[in-house]
């Protein structure tokens, strides 16, 4: 068995499709290492058997921007004194909830 943490899109690429460029058949991913696991297995088991019923390629995946461009270098908007960084993106990270919630402003960790 493999265990995947996080799988950049370059990786899952070279480990999900078979010498003949064809998406590989349902049910070569293991997963393991983790509480849910066996969650995980069952749905990209699910995963997989949808690309392979409906004949989608990563590269279809990629087209259709499912994914974000690892090469891209993400935009910093905010950061606190340590370097800790955010994007701006999504729910606010720990440490700027947490300056939040002790009176600062968002405002001070924008990055100008």
């Not at 849910?36 to 990629?62: G, H």
């Not at 990270?93 to 402003?105: F, T, Y």
Request: hydrophobic share 40%.
């Amino acid at each position: 068995m493999r265990a995947i943490q996080s799988v950049p899109h370059e990786a899952f690429r070279r480990s999900s499709r078979g010498a003949n460029s064809e998406p590989l058949e349902a049910g070569r991913l293991f997963v393991s290492g983790s509480r849910d696991s066996a969650d995980k297995q069952a749905a990209i088991l699910w995963v997989r058997m949808q690309m392979v019923r409906n004949s989608i390629s990563f590269d279809d995946l990629l087209r259709a921007g499912c994914f974000e461009d690892a090469t891209k270098p993400q935009a910093v908007r905010y950061r606190s004194a340590d370097g800790r960084v955010w994007d701006g993106k999504g729910e606010p990270p720990d440490w700027l909830q947490r300056a939040v919630n002790a009176g600062q402003s968002v405002e001070h960790f924008r990055v100008k």
